[in-house]
T-cell receptor, first 115, second 113 residues
Framework: EAQVTQNPRYLITVTGKKLTVTCSQNMNHEYMSWYRQDPGLGLRQIYYSMNVEVTDKGDVPEGYKVSRKEKRNFPLILESPSPNQTSLYFC????????WGYGYTFGSGTRLTVV | KNQVEQSPQSLIILEGKNCTLQCNYTVSPFSNLRWYKQDTGRGPVSLTIMTFSENTKSNGRYTATLDADTKQSSLHITASQLSDSASYICVVSAGSGNTPLVFGKGTRLSVIA
């Protein structure tokens, strides 16, 4: 089944403790992206990647890091999480950043709470 | 600034009734517009995609319209079901290249029996 898999689904952590949220897709998509979703603000892009070893900042990159060492994986790294990073996170992928005629496939989400 | 505005913010309707959700955008250049359905706590799922030349597109009980001149789109849901309760998000693609998608904040639809 074609899908984007995020792990974990739920995570509670303490301020300053490094964490990684994994994202993997099995559709051979070039384009992958991370979003956070907060009440009243909608989905906001954190980082995106056009292909292996190509990453760039989205609208809200502060406090996050990403890497794209292989096509299928795009982990989101929080080096020193803070409470304002408590949010619902989504990974998404598509064949092309142009998104022309192709759909974004979203993961099921990771609900992160930083205390 | 590229923006997508959706209305209403929330809507409650009785099962079996129809409803229409609105999306206005100021994204330029325009590539395509997509409606997503997002169940609570789940990832968004694409319903329809509209390109510049398309005015109407249907997907079952969902019908999307696009007026590229006025930069407006609507999503009409016919004979609503309880399972239609979700957030509906309008997303506009701002042309080619690295430009990220522009997301609306969504309309929260509740269908009640």
């Amino acid at each position: 089944e074609a899908q984007v898999t995020q792990n974990p689904r739920y995570l509670i952590t303490v301020t300053g403790k490094k964490l990684t949220v994994t994202c993997s897709q099995n559709m051979n998509h070039e384009y992958m992206s991370w979003y956070r979703q907060d009440p009243g603000l909608g989905l906001r892009q954190i980082y995106y990647s056009m292909n292996v070893e190509v990453t760039d900042k989205g609208d809200v990159p502060e406090g996050y890091k990403v890497s794209r060492k292989e096509k299928r994986n795009f982990p989101l790294i929080l080096e020193s999480p803070s409470p304002n990073q408590t949010s619902l996170y989504f990974c998404a992928s598509s064949f092309s950043g142009l998104e022309w005629g192709y759909g974004y496939t979203f993961g099921s989400g990771t609900r992160l709470t930083v205390v | 600034k590229n923006q997508v505005e959706q209305s209403p913010q929330s809507l409650i309707i009785l099962e079996g009734k129809n409803c229409t959700l609105q999306c206005n955008y100021t994204v330029s250049p325009f590539s395509n517009l997509r409606w997503y359905k997002q169940d609570t706590g789940r990832g968004p799922v694409s319903l329809t995609i509209m390109t510049f030349s398309e005015n109407t597109k249907s997907n079952g009980r969902y019908t999307a319209t696009l007026d590229a001149d006025t930069k407006q789109s609507s999503l009409h849901i016919t004979a609503s079901q309880l399972s239609d309760s979700a957030s509906y998000i309008c997303v506009v693609s701002a042309g080619s290249g690295n430009t990220p998608l522009v997301f609306g904040k969504g309309t929260r639809l509740s269908v009640i029996a």
